[in-house]
């Protein structure tokens, strides 16, 4: 359609050097096709040259002093993409490798993501290319609090509401909301992923992952099957990870391999979670340790030959980076018998591989349906911190298991309806962008 390669060609013009960014709107803009030609009202309002486009970026300068008290700076960074249906929400990641394409491509996603979950919330992502490894806690939290200086003035719970990502967790949350309530005297639910003592939500912590496995399950309901007795291989070893472990490990599967940046491990006999989470969660070690104390555990470094997904397994899951399973990947996954894949991590797939699990019919779930429980609890993160109350680990669990539930339904139906049944990605883009689309339709030029 001669509208949508407009606007993706305008997009390559105006965005140079974005690679990341420019795959997610090539995939998203191509799944909408059929959409955008069943609504002429998307293009009379612009709907995809404004949706491309972010409402509004903010980079800034975040001077710190480590511990030799030597000056080091960073650049700090939010996109705050799409505030249509809801505040901006998302991560904040802290990564060496982050620069202005990869907030982008992960705020771009965000936005049709955290339409899915049911819940109000617009699209934002935000961070650094500080990294956390090998740093004090000191001076983490001296960066966090730089960081957040210059943050707060452009965030607020009804505003812009970030969370954890790569390089995120509890202890960076909390060391940067303790700056925000510092410099703005209020105690609001200006970020999630907080600890429980002070806001925070049960099962945000096990949320992406739990997700994650849920909604596999659901594709595997669909033909009669669950994960109990099913092998799974899966990448990363951080939060994502752990808790898919855990979930997996609850309905009776059993999860083979884990990874790290350095290297990745295969335990045949299961994945030791309490040692896992000891390894990453409080000594956070490398994964190489985990086969130096575990009988049962092979380890090869990263890029010596053979990875994760070598390792045959009915159920795959990468939950580590962008583009870390490609094509010849898949192939190998297909061969050895693969029958889900559901993305933990943002666009894990090169678009290669998405490819070839569609076409060999096998049922991937893409991350932006599978990895949406993570945001979906931050937004009943919110909803408690506006009610100033708390609900049980049974009660937030059992709507996490909803939502997941809901979403995957919303991709079968738009699949359906839009002419390619079984194409959950296809689905999560089309369902996601026609409530945006719509919300920004009836809001007018703005
Ligand atoms: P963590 O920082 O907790 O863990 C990331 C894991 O991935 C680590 O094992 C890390 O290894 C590995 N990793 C990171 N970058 C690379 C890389 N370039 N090459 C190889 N391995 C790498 O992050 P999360 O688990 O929170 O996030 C993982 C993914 O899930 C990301 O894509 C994130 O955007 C996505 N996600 C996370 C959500 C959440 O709630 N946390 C929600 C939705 C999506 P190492 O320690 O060596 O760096």
Avoid at 415 to 424: L, Q
Wanted: aromatic share 8%.
């Amino acid at each position: 359609m001669a509208y949508v390669d407009d606007v993706l060609k305008s997009v390559e013009r105006r965005n140079p050097g974005q690679p990341e960014f420019m795959q997610t709107v090539t995939e998203v803009l191509d799944s909408i096709r059929p959409v955008v030609e069943r609504n002429p009202a998307y293009q009379d309002a612009a709907i995809l040259e404004r949706i491309t486009e972010p409402e509004r970026v903010v980079m800034f300068r975040v001077p710190w002093m480590d511990d030799g008290g030597k000056i080091q700076v960073n650049r700090g960074m939010r996109v705050q993409f799409n505030s249509a249906i809801g505040p901006y929400k998302g991560g904040l990641r802290f990564h060496p490798t982050v620069y202005l394409g990869i907030i982008k491509f992960l705020g771009f996603e965000q936005i049709f993501k955290n339409a899915l979950t049911t819940l109000p919330m617009g699209g934002g992502k935000g961070g650094t290319d500080f990294d956390p490894k090998g740093k004090s806690d000191n001076e983490v939290m001296r960066f966090c609090q730089s960081f957040m200086t210059e943050l707060q003035r452009h965030i607020g719970p009804d505003t812009d509401v970030p969370a954890g990502d790569i390089g995120v967790g509890g202890r960076e949350i909390g060391f940067m909301y303790g700056q925000y309530r510092r410099l703005r005297n209020e105690v609001t639910g200006v970020l999630t992923g907080k600890g429980l003592k002070w806001g925070g939500s049960l099962v945000r912590t096990e949320a992406t992952g739990y997700g994650l496995t849920y909604i596999v399950e659901e594709m595997l309901k669909d033909i009669g099957e669950s994960v109990e007795g099913k092998t799974v291989a899966m990448s990363g070893s951080g939060n994502v990870a752990t808790y898919a472990v855990e979930k997996i490990h609850q309905l009776g599967g059993k999860v083979v391999t884990v990874s790290d940046s350095n290297g990745w491990i295969h335990d045949a006999d299961g994945i030791k979670l309490d040692f896992l989470k000891e390894l990453k969660e409080v000594k956070r070690a490398r994964i190489k340790e985990y086969a130096e104390e575990v009988k049962s555990a092979k380890y090869a470094e990263a890029g010596s030959g053979d990875n994760v997904w070598t390792v045959p397994c009915d159920i795959a899951m990468p939950n580590a980076t962008q583009n870390e399973l490609n094509g010849d990947d898949a192939k190998t996954l297909i061969k050895n018998g693969v029958k889900a894949v559901g993305e933990g991590a943002n666009m894990p797939c090169t678009p290669e591989a998405v490819e070839a699990f569609l076409e060999a019919k096998v049922l991937f779930s893409p991350a932006k349906a599978a990895n949406a429980g993570g945001v979906a609890t931050s937004g009943l993160e919110m909803c408690q911190n506006s009610m100033r109350m708390s609900w049980s680990f049974e009660e937030t669990d059992a709507k996490l298991k909803g939502i997941m539930q809901s979403i995957h339904t919303q991709c079968k139906e738009a699949a359906e309806e839009y002419g390619c049944p079984g194409n959950f990605v296809a689905g999560a883009n089309i369902a996601g962008f026609i409530k945006v689309a719509d919300a920004m339709v009836a809001q007018g030029l703005v």
